[in-house]
């Protein structure tokens, strides 16, 4: 079947364009074509305002070559008792998002919770409290001489570098300072969605996350800027400039290109160029100067390192060690736990997005989005601790990117929803859909890849504050 949706006075309302053969089978090759010329339009009025809307279709003509169509319409307006405020209530699916796999999906992912927190509970009580208890020990009973010969061994011989600045300090900087700010806008829209019940305005979700996300552009600035700052760089004006151009410059990008072929295919999600310019205009007059003060404030309040230990001047060799404890090894797997926790909410939503459903229980949303947040941190933490365990002191990157890897997850399950949920088709579709599910992708896995950072850093500062370091 073909099918199209229109809006009356925001309500959606969908109707066949036509179908093939019977009309029972989305396409019988080398059958016949049909169109549906007649239009029948059922208002619902309730003082002097639309709350009902149908469309049906009838009279079913065959396509043939030459043939002329003659397409007729045909409006009814009743009186309807539905009240303003509860015209979008017959568009919920409750069936359907409130069904009890989307219950289980939540009490699964609260136990993952439990377990993985009494998993970081062992290593912060037992395996630490062991860790101390061997190095106090070792700095009580063995001499400078035998010290030095002895078979010292774990977290505890990074002292010196655990705290050096990682490489490309202005790039990671700016992705930690976007992360803060994603995780503060979603937290932000997820909460006036609850209140404001944003779906049942057209446009009103995604005007609220551009609103938002350039309100809180102070973040980046203020957060990337100071950890700048703190890890020792000088170049914090071209720092800013990348923090306030990264990720609009991204889905900007990306949206764009997307755009200009669906003025190509003259399709009707086309953005005007004055929106596209309009779009520029809030870049350029507001993310950009609220992105410098934030970094102006971060600079002044938060600039100075506060390490509980000393960087040695030259950088310690690292050992080898398991094929399994190498970085890269953790990073892939750090996404496979926090992608199982949010699995099911995410059929739920790619469901709304992609399969005219409506979008509407951000209750849970927020509940599994603060699940994801104790997930991520949670793995990050054990991570860390495996990894400087092993004397690797290369943390910082890799505890961004294990939390960031979820993206990589989102986007072959995208795959997987593409190839076996949909029947998209088409140049046109195919980059709507994978454009689109990049940049969800790609903002998912900064925002972990933060949280998943600040998790670890708090947990080294913790560990190497609490041990006698000579």
Not at 203 to 231: E, H, K, M, N
Request: hydrophobic share 50%; net charge neutral; charged share 15%.
């Amino acid at each position: 079947h073909y099918w199209y949706q229109m809006y009356v006075d925001d309500l959606p309302a969908w109707a066949l364009v036509g179908d093939f053969g019977d009309g029972r089978g989305d396409h019988d090759e080398g059958g016949d074509v049909f169109i549906w010329t007649h239009k029948k339009f059922d208002f619902g009025v309730n003082s002097n305002q639309f709350v009902d809307v149908n469309v049906t279709t009838g009279n079913r003509v065959k396509l043939q070559p030459g043939i002329t169509l003659h397409f007729t319409y045909q409006v009814n307006w009743k009186t309807s008792s539905i009240s303003f405020e509860n015209r979008f209530d017959k568009y919920l699916d409750p069936t359907f998002f409130q069904h009890r796999i989307h219950w289980f999906s939540i009490f699964n992912s609260f136990m993952m919770v439990i377990f993985l927190v009494g998993l970081v509970a062992m290593i912060l009580m037992r395996t630490l409290r062991k860790d101390y208890a061997r190095y106090g020990r070792e700095d009580d009973t063995l001499d400078d001489i035998e010290r030095d010969i002895g078979e010292e061994y774990g977290w505890k011989q990074v002292h010196g570098d655990v705290f050096r600045p990682p490489p490309n300090l202005m790039w990671f900087s700016t992705v930690v300072g976007v992360g803060y700010q994603l995780a503060v806008s979603a937290i932000a829209v997820i909460l006036f969605a609850i209140a404001g019940e944003l779906y049942t305005g057209r446009g009103s979700l995604l005007t609220t996350i551009i609103f938002v996300y350039a309100a809180t552009s102070p973040v980046c600035g203020f957060f990337g800027g100071g950890l700048y700052l703190r890890q020792g760089g000088k170049e914090w004006i071209k720092q800013t400039a990348l923090s306030a151009a990264l990720f609009p410059a991204f889905v900007c990008g990306i949206a764009f290109a997307i755009n200009f072929i669906a003025i190509y295919y003259h399709a009707s999600r086309a953005i005007p160029f004055t929106t596209m310019l309009v779009v520029l205009a809030i870049w350029l007059f507001v993310i950009v100067p609220l992105t410098l003060v934030g970094a102006v404030l971060g600079r002044n309040l938060t600039g100075t390192a506060s390490n509980p230990c000393r960087v040695n001047p030259l950088p310690r060799a690292i050992p080898e060690k398991k094929w399994f404890m190498e970085p890269l090894v953790i990073v892939l797997l750090g996404g496979v736990l926090p992608f199982g926790s949010i699995f099911i909410e995410m059929y739920f939503i790619f469901t709304s997005f992609w399969a005219y459903k409506i979008y509407y229980v951000f209750g849970f949303m927020l509940l599994v989005f603060l699940i994801l947040v104790v997930v991520v941190v949670c793995v990050v933490i054990v991570c860390t601790y495996f990894l400087l365990n092993a004397e690797d002191y290369r943390w910082q990157w890799t505890s961004f990117l294990a939390g960031a890897s979820i993206s990589v997850y989102i986007y072959l399950y995208s795959i997987y929803y593409f190839v076996f949920k949909t029947k998209m088709y088409g140049a046109f579709q195919t980059s709507f859909y994978f454009g689109y599910m990049f940049i969800l992708s790609a903002g998912v896995g900064v925002l972990c890849g933060t949280l998943g950072y600040i998790g670890a850093n708090l947990f080294v500062r913790q560990i190497y504050r609490n041990v006698k370091i000579d």
